[in-house]
């Protein structure tokens, strides 16, 4: 009998967009739903998006759309990016439906009737202007405790200090720039400690956690002797959310209503596929009750499983505050939450200035092949909170030498040779059957969400199948048409060794998985598909399965995710200006590129009409410049630094890149590129110029 499990990865905001950061969860998530399912289980893989919140209202406001429109096309872009990367759900809902409303108000009439709910004055800073209350984020200031300028309401960036936003010197809103006042209002408390009964039993229940997550939960939060704090669960109006249906003027906090979503888009989920919720989320018996529920199944019947993907960000509200609301709902808590730790890049901390804050569209938009990053995040997930860096050196080496080097290639050098596989197995000296044995150690570590573990058996079964065609040598059996028996023979051997490497990797590399299928006519759904080899069938066209990484296209990735504002104003030169005192520091040439890669580039020489500043940009400059034949060209350019006084750089001669995509910037649109050299320092800029004489529009060769 099959098992039943409901799987759900984290609410993405909606106000944000799909970023790597979202793709390991997602690809994590994805990798284990399709491992279930390969194994028979049957599989209710869902999510959402988190909608309310102070942060949907200010976006909507400032875009001039009301919070629904706003919430219709940025849902929709979500699904898009996530599919794009084969994580498509059985459902991706929204937290402001119906049913998220009937869920939380249910919980919220079982908590006031335990007895469970505080009301209590609570003193915020308010904007005036905007008319609402700030959270902490919204406000900047002075550290009280270090003098610090420029920092947020709750922590400083400088001396790390933590402190109440009303503490702040001089606060400012961020909104309005208002001086915020501070104001009093109601808020509504759950009585946490009256509920720790059932989060310590859920904290150790067995397997719900990690033991590394329990024990940090436990010596984090949970700690003898310390009260849990109560939790402040309301927020007065104006805000986006649910407005809480005995305090009108009053609304759920976001993180309140955010983890129902998994709950209603369960019910939305059962309700449109006509599915019974009770064999997918059950009620437990005793809502209200501060004891904890046993978990054991009723003899005959199979317990649906229920599984949380998260980031380690958020333990503290999916440990302690989701097991209390769900268990306050009536509501069966979760199997497991499974926690992942952050990704860095390169060594660093993800940022948008050095371009390694990475959007899920803009890995696309460079060209990548999405399966090379599902691959590549499988390898590192080892089913612990700890983090985990991608290196854009080790991505490429690790994805050419593995999927390409070691999985596609036993393809591509056998797939063309014969026409059909051998009616009966060859003897391949136990390779194929050692492969299958492997299969329940793989199931095993996937199972286990150490898929960096279940990846590496893989790779070594692929080492085994390589030194297998290495040996045979099906290239030279090809010349001697004497020995073409023996030919098909291998061939059908390491095809078989390819398509049992596929079915395991199938979780990590769907379209792998479905290319495998078809080229030896078998198609690989199942886990145990890698236990038979096949033999008979005619082989398939043999297609393109995937190609190298292309380092070109990793810098695309990164220049596409620098800021739009500070545009780098063009590639510096190797030499210094003869007029520099210092010599420049030695930056390494670039990669190596073809003639016909340079001839891409158009370059002509321009003539600056006029140069302006452009308000608020601290950087940009607004050249209105003259191609000749072409025309006139905006272009935004980042040399401010280095030109104080714009206007004296009308009428000069300049070179720009005219065949530039033109780059949409919050000022207005680029038009191309003008060509500076540049040094270390900000000031160091120097435009490049072509001799007297030169007329605007000539190409530059
Ligand atoms: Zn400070």
Redesign the pocket.
């Known amino acids: 009998m099959s098992t039943r499990a409901l799987i759900t990865s984290a609410l993405p905001y909606i106000t944000g967009d799909i970023h790597i950061g979202h793709l390991v969860e997602h690809v994590q998530t994805n990798v284990y739903v399709r491992f279930r399912r390969m194994i028979g289980d049957e599989i209710a893989y869902l999510c959402a998006d988190d909608v309310h919140g102070t942060g949907t209202m200010i976006t909507a406001r400032k875009q001039g759309v009301s919070e629904a429109d706003l919430i219709a096309r940025l849902g929709k872009a979500h699904v898009e990016d996530l599919a794009a990367f084969d994580v498509v759900f059985d459902r991706y809902g929204s937290t402001d439906v119906a049913a998220n409303r009937e869920v939380v108000y249910g919980i919220w009439r079982n908590l006031r009737a335990a007895g469970h709910v505080a009301e209590r004055e609570v003193t915020q800073l308010f904007d005036p202007e905007a008319g609402c209350f700030l959270a902490d984020r919204f406000v900047k200031g002075t550290?009280p405790?270090?003098g610090?300028t420029d920092?947020y309401g709750d922590s400083?960036d400088?001396?790390s200090?933590t402190y109440a936003p009303t503490d702040l010197k001089d606060a400012r809103s961020t909104l309005t720039g208002a001086i915020p006042e501070l104001r009093t209002a109601k808020h509504y408390f759950v009585k946490l400690e009256e509920l720790r009964p059932v989060i310590e039993a859920w904290v150790d229940g067995q397997g719900h956690l990690h033991p590394d997550t329990a024990r940090w939960v436990r010596n984090t939060f949970l700690v003898a002797g310390q009260p849990l704090r109560e939790w402040d669960v309301s927020r007065p109006a104006p805000y986006f959310g649910f407005e809480i249906p005995d305090a009108p003027g009053n609304y759920f906090y976001v993180w309140l209503d955010a983890p129902c979503g998994y709950l209603a888009t369960a019910i939305d989920w059962c309700a449109a596929n006509g599915s019974d919720l009770a064999t997918w989320w059950p009620r437990q018996d005793q809502p209200g009750s501060t004891q904890a529920q046993p978990e054991t199944a009723q003899p005959g019947t199979a317990q649906p499983e229920i599984h949380h993907f998260i980031g380690k960000d958020i333990v503290y509200f999916h440990t302690l505050f989701w097991p209390a609301t769900l268990h306050a709902g009536g509501w069966r808590l979760p199997s497991r939450v499974h926690v992942h730790g952050f990704l860095t890049v390169n060594g660093e901390k993800m940022s948008k200035s050095k371009g390694t804050f990475v959007n899920a569209r803009t890995y696309l938009d460079a060209g990548l092949d999405p399966a090379h990053l599902r691959y590549f995040l499988a390898s590192k997930l080892n089913g612990t909170a700890d983090d985990f860096d991608l290196s854009l050196a080790e991505f490429e080496a690790k994805v050419n030498s593995d999927v390409v080097g070691k999985v596609v290639n036993l393809a591509s050098r056998t797939a063309r040779f014969v026409p059909t596989l051998v009616a009966a197995y060859p003897d391949d000296g136990g390779l194929f059957a050692a492969g299958a044995q492997a299969g329940a150690d793989i199931a095993r570590d996937y199972a286990a969400t150490d898929f960096a573990s279940a990846i590496r058996r893989i790779m070594a079964l692929a080492d085994r199948a390589n030194e297998y065609v290495e040996r045979a040598a099906p290239w030279a059996l090809k010349k001697d048409p004497a020995r073409a028996a023996e030919l098909a023979q291998v061939c059908t051997v390491a095809l078989n060794l390819f398509r049992q490497l596929a079915v395991y990797l199938a979780p990590v590399l769907p379209r792998l998985a479905d290319q495998a299928g078809q080229l030896l006519g078998a198609p690989i759904t199942r886990w145990d598909d890698a236990q038979r080899p096949v033999t008979g069938n005619p082989i398939g066209p043999f297609g393109r399965l995937t190609d190298r990484v292309d380092p070109a296209k990793l810098a695309k990735m990164i220049e596409l995710s620098l800021p739009k504002e500070a545009p780098a104003p063009a590639a510096p030169a190797a030499a210094a200006p003869a007029s520099t005192p210092a010599a420049a520091p030695a930056e390494p040439v670039a990669a190596t590129i073809a003639y016909d890669d340079f001839a891409k580039i158009d370059l002509r020489v321009a003539r600056i009409v006029t140069a302006e500043e452009v308000p608020k940009a601290k950087k940009i400059l607004k050249l209105t410049c003259d191609l000749g034949s072409l025309g006139q060209r905006t272009i935004f350019a980042g040399i401010k630094a280095g030109y104080p006084e714009p206007a004296k750089l009308a009428n000069r001669l300049i070179v720009v890149c005219a065949n530039l995509a033109p780059r949409q910037m919050s000022f207005g649109l680029s038009e191309g590129m003008a060509l500076a050299a540049g040094g270390t320092q900000p000031q160091e800029l120097f435009l490049l110029a072509p001799d007297a004489g030169a007329q605007p529009g000539q190409r530059v060769m």
Do not use: G, I, L
């Open positions: 550290c405790v270090c610090a920092q400083c400088r001396c200090a």
